[in-house]
């Protein structure tokens, strides 16, 4: 009775049939619901190996519907392995689905480790693909605990293990999955994106989804909600910090901007070279830099 | 065979689409007539919802019986149910479910059936998660009880309800961390 009947392959549109779509659809008015709180779903079996982005892939195939632009990142860029077999995918089982490279144009962007470094727009929606979704892993194993933890919005814990890295380091060394807490009460994994993208959670326009396939969970951060990376009052956040020895920005060797975050590569001569880690990004940047030029 | 819009894959996800922009931005009216094709919105809502691993409460009868058979959630006291479709008329005479501390997504979600949204003597500003400032709600046909009772239940988070407000065609959300601010009824 749901299936349409112009799909042209032989699956459901989507992939999924409509009752997993279901219950990851009631799993996500939920998650919304309760900012930052990661609500359990069946997780199906797809045709991809846990760890592949399966999360995020399911929320993305119980969100997307004809008409709609679809972007899939991994590491900042459209044309890596993880993407390109996740948008080929969403192709082959979605018809009436476009899909670009442009995050402008995008109306839904799946991405592994990075949110793009244009604001994102209410109009759009980012889901992000999640390895470990618990921020409270690292120091209580038993999931029952955890659960009361978050339920209390005792973190405790967490705190006293950044507080050990400022003993040891003088600052909190964590430079991915950086403890983020929503809505002043539970503490997410932001998934792996650098600090650099923490901020971008905090009132942002869009909504941001959060798909643990492998853990089984689904959270989200709604628009204009408060996202604030865990602290302590006299050790503030930082991001990461792209200034040479003599203390300049270090810019993008493809497109020359210094406002973004870098990728660190070695050439051939074994120099190392600095890149936008969002390809979209550095492309707009060298095509305006290009027309600079012919203008 | 001709299928009714509300009961096609293609429309239930548009119409998930309307309610997550609902739920992800509280207080904005949502309106789904074009998507209904006739139908209203609350059999719009529940048959993009419901299957048979959740539970529906319908203690003023407002779902039909051909359609409590196509929805196939199982029936269940409005204390139990995830869901529980109410007439915003009457006043509240049960406390749904808010979940537990371990688990809040158990707390119900309660889709209330208004006459109007958008239009009405009763006007809400509405602050919290999802709101970037204030955001203005009117609304004809909600017994001020629902608002009373509400944050009674609401009082605890993450333990809380979730509202959607829907009137003939269109919906809107209070999800339990939105604040409400009832500002006087203009007559």
Not at chain 1, 244 to 252: H, I, N, P, Q, S
């Amino acid at each position: 009775m749901n299936m349409t009947s112009h799909t042209p392959t032989a699956y459901n549109f989507g992939f999924l049939d409509e009752y997993a779509k279901k219950e990851v659809r009631r799993a996500i008015l939920k998650a919304v619901s309760i900012p930052g709180y990661q609500v359990p779903y069946a997780s199906r079996e797809m045709p991809m190996g846990r760890g592949f982005g399966t999360g995020g892939l399911q929320l993305t195939l119980s969100l997307i519907g004809p008409g709609e632009v679809l972007k899939v990142i991994d590491q900042g860029s459209d044309d890596s392995v993880n993407a390109v077999n996740l948008r080929q995918f969403i192709e082959m089982t979605c018809p009436g689905v476009s899909t670009t490279t442009r995050t402008a144009e995008a109306t839904l962007i799946q991405s592994r480790h990075r949110i793009p470094e244009r604001p994102l727009t209410g109009d759009q929606i980012i889901v992000l693909q999640v390895p470990y979704p618990d921020a409270l892993v690292v120091v209580e194993p038993s999931e029952d605990k955890r659960k009361i933890m978050h339920g209390e919005a005792d973190y405790s814990r967490l705190l006293v293990k950044l507080y050990e890295d400022i003993v040891q380091f003088d600052e909190i060394t964590i430079s991915h999955r950086y403890p983020t807490r929503i809505n002043g009460h539970y503490v997410i994994d932001p998934s792996p994106i650098p600090r650099w993208d923490v901020p971008k959670l905090h009132h942002s326009r869009s909504l941001a989804l959060f798909g643990a396939g492998r853990e089984k969970k689904i959270y989200a951060v709604p628009p204009h909600t408060d996202a604030e990376p865990l602290v302590f009052t006299d050790v503030p956040f930082r991001v990461e910090d792209f200034r040479d020895g003599e203390g300049r920005r270090r810019a993008c060797e493809r497109c020359g901007c210094a406002d973004s975050f870098l990728d660190e590569f070695v050439d051939g001569s074994g120099e190392k070279v600095y890149q936008c880690s969002d390809s979209d990004w550095c492309d707009e940047h060298l095509a305006e830099a290009n027309q600079g030029v012919t203008a | 065979m001709n299928i009714e819009a509300i009961w096609q894959a293609q429309t239930q996800q548009a119409l998930f689409r309307e309610m997550l922009e609902a739920m992800a931005r509280p207080g904005t009216v949502r309106d789904l007539a074009h998507h209904l094709e006739g139908a209203n919105a609350l059999r719009g809502l529940l048959a993009t919802l419901m299957d048979g691993s959740t539970t529906l409460a319908d203690p003023h009868g407002l779902v039909h019986d051909a359609d409590r058979v196509l929805l196939q959630a199982a029936l269940d006291m409005p204390e139990r149910a995830r869901f529980v479709a109410v007439d915003g008329e009457r006043a509240p005479d049960f406390q749904p479910a808010l979940g537990t501390l371990a688990s809040p997504e158990l707390g119900a979600t309660l889709v209330i059936v208004v006459d109007a949204l958008d239009a009405g003597s009763l006007t809400l500003d509405l602050t919290g998660p999802g709101v970037e400032s204030v955001k203005r709600l009117a609304c004809a046909g909600l017994h001020p009880d629902w608002i009373a009772a509400r944050e009674e239940w609401n009082a605890d988070f993450p333990l809380g309800v979730d509202l959607i407000l829907v009137d003939k065609t269109k919906l809107a959300a209070m999800p339990r961390t939105t604040r409400i601010n009832v500002l006087a009824e203009v007559h």
